[in-house]
C-alpha cells in the first residue's frame, strides 16, 4: 500500500516550519536587544552593556545559523512537496518572498558577517550600524513573510483566472485585512519571547551570584519590556481575534469549541471536544463572556461551527487546545512582567527568591506560546492552504509518497541531532557567561590585519585560557 | 530558433530580462557559494587545526551573503517562472533534499566548531562532509536537468530516480573538483605561509581536472543533443562562438599562471572567469529553454503584474545589495594571517 504523499508533505512542512520558526522568533528579538545594549554602550560608556553586547552576539551567531539553514530549505519545500500551490498562488506570493530576500536576507546576512567579525575591523559607529541593521532586517523579513502568511488566511488584491491566482493590486495583496493584526501580533511576540529569554538568564546568574551588574541589567531590561509587552500582546490577541472572525469566522468557532448559534455565547475554560457527536464533553464554561470578548456586547452573537458544513472545518480539537495553551501561557507572561514591574518598584526584583526561581525557570515560555499560537492559526485555516481558493489536498506535488517518507525522515533525524546540539550550545555558551573585558581593542599587529574572529571564537579561546594552568 | 514559439512585445522581453537577472544570480551563487563551499571541500586535505582555523576564517564573514544567492535563484524561478519551478524541484526532489540537508550541516559548522573547541572533530567533519555533498548534489541537479525532465500536461511526470545517470553524476563529481579549484584560489588569495603553498600545490590538478571535465561536458551534450550539436557547430554559429573555447583556454592558461607564479589574486579570478565561461557555455546550449527541452522560458512565464513588480524591486534594490556586498568584501580584504585569531 502506498503511504499518503499528502499527509507526509502536511507532516514535513509543520516539522520543518516549527523547528525553523523558533530561531527566527529569538533573533528578530534578540538582534534588537543586542543593538540596544550597543547604543546604551557608546551613550554611556558602561563596561557592563559592552560586555553584555558581546556575550548576547556569541548566542545571536548560533541562534541565527541555525535559522538560515532551517529556512532554506523552507523556500524550497513550495516547490518539492507542495508545486500545485506554487503553480495555483506562486504569481502572487512569490513576489512577497522576493522582496523578502531583496530586501532583508541580503541586508541581515550581510551586516551580519560585520556584527560579528568586524569589532575591530570597522569604527565603532559603524557596528552599531551594523547591528541596527541586522536588526532591521530580521523586523523587515517578518514583515514581508507576514504578508504572505496572511494572503493565505485572507487573500486579497487577486483574481482567479483558470484557476490559477493573478496579482491585481499589489497594495491590496501586501496590506490584506489580517496582515496589519498578524504582523503586530507576531513581532510583539517574537520581542516578548526575548525579553523572557533575557530575563531568565539574568535571574539563573543572580541565583548563582555570578556576573552581577549584568544580570541587574538584564533583568530590568527584560521584566520591564514584559510588563510593557506582554499586556499589549493581550490587546493585539484581542484585536488579531476580532479580525479573524471577521474573516475567517469557522476558526474563531473552533477556538472558542463554539458548536452552536443558540444565544450570547459562552467562554469555553475547559471541555473536550467531540467532532462526531459535535459537542464539548465535561464542559466548564463561563456565560456570556464569549459574547463579550468576541463581539464586545454581553449578548452578542457570531457562528458556531454547526454553520458550517462538516467539510468546511478545521479539525476541531488541535485549534482548540492549541489556543488555550497560547493564552495560558500569555496571561502567565502577564502576571511575570507585573510583578516584575512590581518588584522592581518596591526595590526588590534582584533579591526576591520566588521570583527569581520564577523567572529563571520561565525562558521557554515564549517560544511554547508562539508555536501554539501557530499551530491555532494554521490548522484553523484547514482545509484550506489558502482560503477560500486552494484546499490543502490539491497543493501537493505529483511526487512519490517514498520520497516525501524519505526525505521527512530525514529532516527529522537531521533536525534533532543537529538542533539539539545547537540548543546545547547555547547553553554552553550561557554557562560560560558574559566574561571578558573587550572593551579596549587590542594593539593591532602591524599592517591591517584580517581578523575575522568568529563570534564564539572567543569564548572557546576564553574557555581555554581559563582550563590552561 | 527554429521550432521555438515566442510571442511578441512585452510577453517577448520581459521573461526575457528576468531569465537574465536569474541567471546572474545563479552565476553569482556558483561564484560566491563555489569558494566557501570549496574551502570545505578542501577541509580534509589540511590537517593542522590551526590551518583549518583560518580556511575558516577566510570565509566566515561571507558565508552566509553567499548562500543568500541560492534563495534568490530559487526564488526568482518561483517568482517568474512558476510553471519551471513546480517541473523542476519534484523531478530534482532527491538530491535537493540531499543539497539542504548538507547545508544544514556545514552551515552550522561555522558556528558550533568555536564553541565546541576543543571537541570540535566532528564539526570539520561536518562542515568537509556537508560541502562536499551540497557541491556534488548541486552537480547532479544540473546534470539533471540538462538531460532533460519529463513533462507531460506542464508537470513532472517521470519517476523519482531519473535524475541519476551517468551524466548527472559525471557533472557532480565535476563541480566538486571546480569548487575546490576556485576554493584553493581563493585560499592562495586570503591566506600565507605553508597553508598558501599548499593551497598551490592543490591547485594545479584541480584546475587540469576541472578542464578535463568541461571537456568532457562539451563533447558529451552535443553527441547526446542534436539539438547541441547544431547550436554548436552549424553555420555561422561555429563562427560567432568559437570565442567560448578560445577564451576557456586563455583563462585556464591564466589560472595555472596565476597558481605556479608570484601572483595573489590571479588564479582566483581567472578560475571565476572559468566558472563564467562555462556556464554562459552551457546557457547557449540550452536557451531559450528552462526545462529541456520541453519548457521554454515564455512557457514557463508567471504573471507579467508579478514580473513585472519583483522586477521593479530588482532594480531598485540590486545596487544597494552590491554595494554592501562589495562593502563587506572590503571591509575583511587582505590576507588572513597565520596563528591569528585563536590566541
Not at chain 2, 592562495?188 to 598558501?196: D, F, Q
Amino acid at each position: 500500500m502506498e503511504p499518503d504523499a499528502l499527509l507526509l508533505a502536511r507532516i514535513q512542512f509543520a516539522f520543518t516550519v516549527s523547528f525553523h520558526i523558533v530561531f527566527p522568533a529569538f533573533t528578530i528579538g534578540l538582534s534588537a536587544f543586542i543593538a540596544t545594549l550597543l547604543v546604551l554602550w557608546r551613550r554611556t560608556g558602561q563596561d557592563h552593556f559592552h560586555r553584555l553586547a558581546r556575550f548576547w552576539t556569541k548566542i545571536f551567531a548560533v541562534s541565527f545559523a541555525m535559522g538560515v539553514v532551517s529556512g532554506i530549505p523552507m523556500s524550497y519545500q513550495f516547490g518539492s512537496n507542495w508545486s500545485r500551490f506554487s503553480e495555483v498562488v506562486g504569481n502572487v506570493i512569490g513576489p512577497l518572498i522576493g522582496y523578502e530576500v531583496l530586501t532583508a536576507f541580503f541586508l541581515e546576512a550581510t551586516f551580519l558577517g560585520v556584527m560579528l567579525f568586524g569589532w575591530r575591523r570597522v569604527p565603532p559607529w559603524l557596528h552599531v550600524t551594523s547591528a541596527i541593521l541586522v536588526a532591521l532586517g530580521t523586523a523587515i523579513s517578518g514583515f514581508w513573510i507576514l504578508s504572505a502568511n496572511s494572503w493565505m488566511h485572507t487573500p486579497a488584491g487577486h483574481e482567479v483566472r483558470g484557476g490559477i491566482a493573478w496579482p491585481v493590486d499589489w497594495l491590496a495583496v501586501i496590506f490584506n485585512p489580517s496582515f496589519p493584526y498578524r504582523f503586530v501580533h507576531m513581532m510583539n511576540a517574537a520581542y516578548l519571547t526575548t525579553s523572557v529569554v533575557v530575563l531568565a538568564l539574568g535571574a539563573r546568574y543572580l541565583r548563582r551570584g555570578e556576573y552581577p551588574s549584568e544580570a541587574r541589567t538584564m533583568m530590568r531590561m527584560g521584566a520591564g519590556m514584559l510588563a510593557i509587552l506582554a499586556p499589549l500582546q493581550l490587546l493585539f490577541g484581542d484585536l488579531h481575534g476580532l479580525n479573524t472572525l471577521e474573516h475567517q469566522p469557522v476558526k474563531v468557532a473552533a477556538m472558542e469549541g463554539h458548536w452552536e448559534d443558540t444565544g450570547p455565547a459562552p467562554v469555553v475554560i475547559f471541555g473536550i471536544p467531540d467532532e462526531e457527536r459535535e459537542t464539548n464533553r465535561a464542559e466548564i464554561a463561563i456565560p456570556k463572556l464569549g459574547s463579550l470578548i468576541l463581539t464586545h456586547e454581553w449578548d452578542g452573537r457570531y457562528p458556531g461551527l454547526k454553520d458550517f458544513p462538516p467539510e468546511e472545518r478545521p479539525p476541531v480539537t488541535i485549534v482548540f487546545y492549541a489556543f488555550r495553551v497560547m493564552v495560558i501561557l500569555g496571561v502567565a507572561l502577564i502576571f511575570l512582567g507585573l510583578a516584575g514591574a512590581y518588584l522592581w518598584w518596591r526595590g526588590r526584583l534582584f533579591d526576591t527568591p520566588w521570583y527569581l526561581r520564577l523567572a529563571d525557570r520561565s525562558w521557554w515560555i515564549g517560544f511554547v506560546a508562539i508555536l501554539a499560537g501557530w499551530i491555532t492559526t494554521e490548522s484553523g485555516r484547514q482545509p484550506y492552504i489558502v482560503q477560500g481558493l486552494l484546499r490543502t489536498a490539491d497543493a501537493v506535488s505529483p511526487v512519490s509518497a517514498y520520497a516525501v517518507a524519505t526525505s521527512l525522515a530525514a529532516f527529522v533525524v537531521v533536525y534533532c541531532v543537529v538542533f539539539t546540539i545547537g540548543i546545547h550550545y547555547i547553553r554552553v555558551l550561557m554557562r560560560r557567561g558574559p566574561t571578558g573585558a573587550a572593551l579596549e581593542p587590542p594593539p593591532a599587529p602591524e599592517g591591517l590585519p584580517n581578523r575575522p574572529l568568529s563570534a564564539a571564537q572567543d569564548s572557546a579561546h576564553e574557555s581555554v585560557r581559563e582550563a590552561a594552568p | 530558433m527554429s521550432g521555438v514559439d515566442t510571442p511578441d512585445g512585452l510577453a517577448f522581453w520581459l521573461p526575457l530580462v528576468l531569465a537574465c537577472v536569474i541567471a546572474v544570480g545563479v552565476a553569482l551563487y556558483v561564484i560566491l557559494d563555489g569558494f566557501d563551499l570549496g574551502v570545505g571541500i578542501l577541509f580534509p586535505f589540511f590537517r593542522e587545526e590551526g590551518e583549518r582555523d583560518q580556511m575558516m576564517n577566510s570565509v566566515a564573514p561571507f558565508w552566509d551573503g553567499n548562500e543568500t544567492w541560492l534563495v534568490l535563484g530559487g526564488n526568482g524561478l518561483f517568482v517568474a517562472f512558476p510553471l519551471a519551478y513546480s517541473i523542476i524541484m519534484p523531478a530534482l526532489y532527491i538530491p535537493l533534499i540531499l543539497m539542504l540537508l548538507a547545508l544544514v550541516f556545514r552551515g552550522v559548522a561555522f558556528e558550533f566548531r568555536w564553541v565546541a573547541k576543543p571537541r570540535h572533530r566532528k564539526w570539520d567533519i561536518a562542515f568537509a562532509t556537508g560541502s562536499m555533498v551540497a557541491g556534488f548534489a548541486q552537480g547532479v541537479m544540473l546534470g539533471g536537468l540538462l538531460d532533460g525532465i519529463t513533462v507531460e500536461n506542464g508537470r513532472f511526470a517521470g519517476a523519482t530516480f531519473d535524475f541519476l545517470t551517468p551524466f548527472s553524476v559525471m557533472c557532480g563529481l565535476g563541480l566538486v573538483v571546480g569548487y575546490a579549484l576556485i576554493g584553493a584560489c581563493w585560499l592562495i588569495m586570503k591566506t600565507a605561509g605553508p597553508l598558501e603553498q599548499q593551497a598551490r600545490r592543490y591547485a594545479r590538478p584541480l584546475l587540469l581536472g576541472l578542464l578535463a571535465f568541461i571537456a568532457l561536458v562539451s563533447l558529451w551534450t552535443p553527441l547526446e543533443y542534436e539539438r547541441i550539436a547544431e547550436r554548436w557547430f552549424s553555420f555561422p554559429n561555429l563562427l560567432y562562438l568559437s570565442p567560448v573555447p578560445i577564451v576557456t583556454a586563455l583563462l585556464a592558461y591564466s589560472c595555472w599562471r596565476g597558481i605556479t607564479g608570484p601572483y595573489t589574486s590571479r588564479a582566483f579570478y581567472s578560475a571565476v572567469g572559468l566558472f563564467i565561461v562555462s556556464f554562459i557555455g552551457l546557457m547557449i546550449s540550452v536557451l531559450p529553454y528552462l526545462v529541456p527541452f520541453s519548457v521554454t522560458l515564455w512557457d514557463a512565464a508567471g504573471a507579467p503584474a508579478a514580473q513585472i513588480f519583483i522586477l521593479v524591486g530588482i532594480v531598485i534594490l540590486m545596487p544597494f545589495i552590491l554595494g554592501y556586498t562589495v562593502f563587506v568584501y572590503y571591509t575583511f580584504r587582505g590576507k588572513v594571517r597565520p596563528g591569528e585569531g585563536y590566541h
